[in-house]
């Protein structure tokens, strides 16, 4: 089975930092784009960056020059670096990922269970 485990939520006070981790585990043979989302209580949910295997990005307009995205592929992990956090940023976080396990030709997207932020004003 494939498992994605996110960690690094929290309150913060806004103009603070937080950053969040995400590491897939299980039976992978190989990660495809990487990707963040967040959803905000009465929102839906929304892409808030992107990163894939050769490393070029992609961020919400909201985010952009305040988080960055990365990723280590020999850990099969993801980061979100968030700076200058602002309570709009308030959400519970979800770490995305196309993913291939070994013995099939086919990808699937998997979602790991969320990280709560909370920016305080």
């Known amino acids: 089975q494939v498992q994605l485990v996110e ?3 929290g309150l913060v006070q806004a103009g603070g930092s937080l950053r969040l ?3 897939a585990s299980g039976s992978i043979f190989s990660i ?5 989302y967040r959803q905000a209580p009465g929102n839906q949910r929304e892409l808030v ?3 894939a295997i050769g490393g070029s990005t992609n961020y919400a307009d909201s985010v952009r020059g305040r988080f ?3 990723r280590d592929n ?3 992990t993801v980061w979100l670096q968030m700076n200058t956090l602002k309570p709009e940023d308030t959400a ?3 770490c995305n990922a196309g993913i ?3 013995g099939t030709s086919w990808t699937i997207d998997y979602w790991g269970q969320g990280t709560e932020v909370t920016v305080s004003s």
């Open 100 to 102: 291939r396990k070994w």
């Open 68 to 70: 960055t995205i990365s």
């Open 74 to 76: 020999a850990k099969n």
């Open 21 to 23: 981790s995400c590491a």
């Open 49 to 51: 960056a992107a990163i």
């Open 92 to 94: 519970v976080y979800y």
């Open 7 to 9: 960690s690094g939520g």
């Open 32 to 36: 495809g784009d990487m990707r963040w």
